[in-house]
């Protein structure tokens, strides 16, 4: 991936520099079962695989492509890249080569550990983690929670169930409304917003809140905090 003017992915979403954060191979964060793009160019095909593990530093394991079309051109130094999508909404890709293969017991491909990753944030406003008390509105019903992030587009928030009882049940793109206070600040903020993707288990009920009009002062406060949260965490990186 190059940083030109303008990225584009798949020749269709434009991509700004400013979104696009380079960082060393040490860096790579990815879950075992996390499914993968490979592309390479000599001969000219891609492949979608499975991440299996790691040695950090050393290399990385892929189930090899179903196709033998494919696995027939997954020869030793075979320069490759690879992309796959974080849970956090960011793409990551980096390139590398093919260290070996593996038919029995399993058939296994292996990738020399990325020296460097790229990841690419799909959010359209910068979000960053916090933990704030907050009252939920919905559907006639008070809910005492916790904020878990925060951005300009919208937060997510995690309710836990009473005792003895099951999380609500919440209706997607359901009106809602939540009060809360940022930390240090005694002012509170009222916001009008949308359920998104609810999902509950046997204790918490967790979804996202979509903002809807936020006024300019509303829209500042969480600016505000955003940069403090980002600031904090910069400055902590460097001590």
């Known amino acids: 991936m190059t940083a030109s003017k303008k990225q584009t992915l798949k020749g269709r979403i434009q991509i700004e520099p400013e979104r696009i954060q ?6 790579l964060d990815i879950a075992v079962g996390e499914k993968l793009m490979v592309e390479m160019v000599c001969p000219t095909a891609r492949f979608w695989t499975e991440f299996l593990g790691m040695r950090r530093e050393e290399f990385l394991i892929l189930a090899m492509p179903p196709k033998a079309e494919i696995r027939e051109c997954l020869f030793v130094e075979q320069a490759v890249t690879a992309r796959y999508l974080h849970r956090g909404y960011h793409v990551c890709g980096f390139q ?17 550990f990325p020296l460097r990753i790229e990841i690419i944030n799909l959010r359209h406003d910068e979000r960053v983690t916090c933990f704030l008390q907050s009252s939920i509105f919905i559907e006639g019903q008070d809910h005492s929670g916790f904020m878990t992030n925060l951005s300009l587009s919208g937060a997510r928030f995690a309710v836990e169930a009473a005792p003895g009882k099951s999380p609500p049940r919440l209706t997607p793109d359901a009106e809602a409304f939540c009060l809360f206070k940022m930390t240090g600040s005694e002012e509170e903020l009222y916001l009008r917003g949308l359920v998104k993707n609810p999902t509950r288990n046997d204790r918490f009920l967790e979804f996202g809140f979509k903002f809807e009009e936020l006024d300019d002062k509303a829209r500042q406060s969480i600016l505000n905090y955003v940069e403090l949260v980002k600031r904090y965490y910069g400055d902590a990186k460097e001590r």
Do not use: D, H, I
Not at 22 to 27: A, D, Q, T
């Open 22 to 27: 380079s960082e060393l191979g040490v860096k």
């Open 96 to 112: 590398t080569y093919v260290v070996g293969t593996a038919r029995t017991p399993f058939p296994l491909l292996f990738l020399g």
